[in-house]
C-alpha cells in the first residue's frame, strides 16, 4: 500500500518530461517516466491543450496527491522564457485543477538533492537516479527531459524527509558516508582554462 505518489514535472512546450514517484513504508520507488512530445505541433496553443491533456491523464491514472515542477531557469531569451512559463502555468492549472498541492523546485536544487552538486550535468543526475531506483539502460528513455522530471519527483521526496529513518541523515557528507556503496562521486571539474 502506497503513503503517496509524487508527480514530477520538467515543463517544456517541445518535450514535457514527466515522473511517478511512489512512496511506500519511507521508500521511494519508480513508478513510470517518459516525454510528452510536441515537435509535431505547430500550433502553441494546441501544445498547450496537449500539456494540459497528458498532466491530467497521468494524475487520473495514478493518483498523485503532489506534484513537484521545476522552476524555470532565467536566461537572455525572453521568447523561450515566455514559452516555458506558459508550459509550466499549464501544468500547474491541471494540477491545481485536480486538487493536487504544487511545489516549485529550482533547477540548482533539484541537482543539489541529487548529486551534491546545483551545476551538475543532466547526466550526472540521470546516473544518480539510474543507481537510486536500479534502473537499466534499456529502460531510460532517450530524452532527458524524462529523468529531470524524475529527479524533480524525488527532489519532493527527499525534502519531505521521506528518508528511511533507519539512515537519519543531518547533512549530504552524513549521507555520502552513509551510504557510499550507493554514491556515485564524480571528479570537480578544474577551474582552469
Known amino acids: 500500500m502506497s503513503d503517496e505518489i509524487i508527480l514530477g514535472i520538467d515543463p517544456g512546450t517541445n518535450l514535457l518530461g514527466y515522473g511517478l514517484v511512489e512512496v511506500a513504508g519511507g521508500q521511494a520507488k519508480l513508478l513510470t517516466m517518459g516525454v510528452l512530445d510536441l515537435r509535431h505541433c505547430k500550433d502553441v496553443y494546441t501544445k498547450l491543450g496537449r500539456i494540459y491533456e497528458r498532466v491530467s491523464s497521468l494524475i487520473k491514472s495514478f493518483g498523485p496527491k503532489e506534484m513537484a515542477i521545476e522552476a524555470p531557469f532565467y536566461g537572455k531569451n525572453v521568447q523561450s522564457m515566455l514559452k516555458l512559463g506558459r508550459a509550466q502555468g499549464v501544468a500547474i492549472a491541471a494540477a491545481v485543477n485536480s486538487g493536487l498541492s ?92
Open 102 to 193: 504544487v511545489h516549485e523546485y529550482a533547477p540548482t536544487k533539484i541537482k543539489l538533492a541529487l548529486t551534491g552538486q546545483g551545476a551538475a550535468s543532466k547526466e550526472q543526475v540521470r546516473r544518480m537516479l539510474q543507481q537510486i531506483f536500479h534502473i537499466a539502460d534499456a529502460d531510460f528513455v532517450p530524452y532527458l527531459d524524462a529523468t529531470d522530471a524524475l529527479a524533480a519527483a524525488y527532489c519532493h521526496y527527499l525534502q519531505r524527509g521521506r528518508l528511511s529513518s533507519d539512515k537519519p541523515y543531518c547533512d549530504w557528507a552524513d549521507y555520502v558516508a552513509k551510504n557510499a556503496s550507493k554514491v556515485i562521486v564524480s571528479p570537480r571539474p578544474s577551474n582552469t582554462k
